[in-house]
């Protein structure tokens, strides 16, 4: 069995302003102090990077974007690049977010172009995958997670350095209330990490950390927390309050 240290991470999505947003940081980072053995980061929207690392600095909270341009820099106006994060204290970056996906049209050779970047100036990518409710429907599932990690990682040299994460958001989940079950879950995270291992090689899969996403609180955490390939969890709603979020990261003293 793998020692996977379990990651929370909040997604703290189009909400907080960067004053809210530091507040936030501030106030999660009182009240996970001296937690251990699982790790937490918060993803703010950009402009509130940086507040969010300034409240962050000398605590163990990790700090992460929502999405990040594969370019270094260009005329590529509203975007922004894992360099830029980099400089601002970004130790992660969620890529391939299913709002990201289906609201704004990103296709896997984006994703992949996104991954590539990160791991060049040392981000660790978040790659989410998950499929739709009519694709689970039609028995689609483990067919669309296997093409979402193939080509999100096709041709990249990943080692376990990358810092590589994967995070199974069920587009059904997400912001729903209609959470996978624990059984769902495991299944979905196990083909994942059957995948990962023809893709990068099983030692390297057994690594990395695989989140489940959709409708996570602090009251259906830990029974999720229990399944062998569950190694931690993306949050959105839950997240924003960080009380609520603080009970996440608390996940094995409920
Ligand atoms: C998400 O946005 O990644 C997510 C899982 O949202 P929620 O927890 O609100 O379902």
Same mark, same amino acid.
């Given at each position: 069995m793998e020692n996977r240290t379990p990651l929370i991470a909040g997604n703290w999505k189009m909400y907080k302003t960067p004053t809210e947003a530091g507040e936030a940081a501030r106030k999660l980072a009182g009240l996970v102090a001296g937690v251990t053995g699982v790790e937490a980061m918060v993803a703010p929207a950009f402009v *509130?990077?940086?507040?969010? *690392?300034?409240a962050l600095s000398g605590t163990e909270i990790a700090l992460g974007a929502q999405n990040l341009h594969w370019e270094d820099q260009g005329a590529f106006t509203g975007e922004c690049s894992a360099a830029m994060l980099k400089d601002a204290g970004c130790d992660y970056v969620i890529i391939g977010h299913s709002e990201?996906?289906?609201l704004f049209g990103e296709t896997d050779e984006a994703v992949n172009k996104k991954v590539r970047a990160a791991l060049a100036h040392g981000l660790k990518p978040v790659l989410c995958v998950g499929e739709t409710e009519g694709e689970r429907d039609a028995g689609h599932t483990m067919d669309v997670l296997d093409v979402q990690v193939a080509r999100g990682l096709d041709g990249l040299s990943i080692t376990a350095e990358s810092g590589l994460v994967v995070a199974y958001e069920p587009v059904w989940a997400i912001g729903t209330g209609r959470t996978a079950t624990p059984d769902q879950a495991q299944e979905a995270h196990a083909h994942i990490r059957e995948k990962l291992g023809q893709v990068l090689g099983k030692p390297l899969a057994n690594s990395t950390r695989i989140l489940y996403g959709g409708?996570?609180?602090?009251?259906?955490?830990?029974?999720?927390m229990t399944e062998p390939d569950l190694d931690g969890a993306l949050v959105g709603g839950a997240s924003l309050d960080p009380a609520s979020f603080a009970d996440l990261v608390r996940f094995r003293a409920a």
């Open positions: *509130a990077i940086p507040a969010v *690392a300034r990201r996906r289906h409708s996570v609180k602090p009251g259906n955490i830990a029974e999720l």
